[in-house]
């Protein structure tokens, strides 16, 4: 009886041959499953009892006919995500003054910067950490490479983001505090390796102004 595996991608599903498996008929070899396996064109066999045989096909036949999951069993974790604060920084945050907003924003200056402010309506090229208030990371402009590009005070951007950054200077790094109501109102669900963020829920955005087009230009002349 053949068997098979199925594993889901993103652009379908794709389906991998696993090796044939052949259950005996007769009553004496009803306790025994016979399996071949082809490997550099050389036909193996091995008999065993039906009960490990089973097991062995379910546990270690499946994960043979998937890809490279079965090499990567055991292999380490990658690396963390990259972060704008990291061991030293979460340190010096707890001697830095907390900043609380009208709106219930809150923020700590780790640099203050000491170029311009963004105006309102101008664009801005910003990186970016975005956290749970436990600390883990569910987006970030780091690991995608270029800096995050949006205009202040067009709503491009969730609200504690967008005021956050009005008043950082170029060059500034600073943590918002950002609670529900200037958050995701529909919330964020979770992707690989990265959690879920509940409607309205507070998070956390470690956040460097890098430039600022038509402004840093005239600072640089």
């Not at 949006?150 to 600073?174: H, N, P, W």
Request: proline share 10%; net charge neutral.
């Amino acid at each position: 009886m053949a068997h098979s595996c199925l594993h889901s991608t993103t652009s379908g599903a794709a389906i991998w041959a696993c090796p044939a498996v052949k259950t005996a008929s007769t009553p004496r070899q009803a306790s025994i499953v016979r399996c071949s396996v082809n490997r550099k064109g050389e036909k193996m066999q091995a008999e065993m009892p039906r009960r490990e045989a089973m097991a062995a096909i379910v546990f270690g036949g499946a994960l043979s006919c998937l890809p490279g999951l079965a090499n990567s069993a055991g292999l380490p974790p990658g690396p963390p995500p990259p972060k704008l604060c990291d061991v030293d920084c979460e340190k010096e945050l707890e001697n830095i003054p907390t900043t609380t907003t009208p709106s219930g924003l809150q923020y700590k200056d780790i640099v203050v910067g000491n170029g311009e402010s963004p105006p309102v309506g101008f664009q801005v090229a910003a990186n970016y950490v975005a956290m749970i208030p436990g600390g883990k990371v569910f987006d970030s402009s780091l690991e995608k490479g270029v800096p995050y590009i949006f205009r202040v005070g067009a709503s491009q951007v969730i609200k504690g983001l967008d005021e956050g950054i009005m008043t950082m200077k170029v060059g500034g790094k600073r943590r918002l505090y950002i609670p529900g109501e200037l958050a995701f109102p529909k919330g964020l669900g979770a992707a690989a390796g990265r959690p879920r963020v509940p409607p309205s829920s507070p998070v956390i955005f470690d956040v460097s102004l890098v430039y600022i087009p038509g402004i840093s230009d005239l600072d640089d002349e």
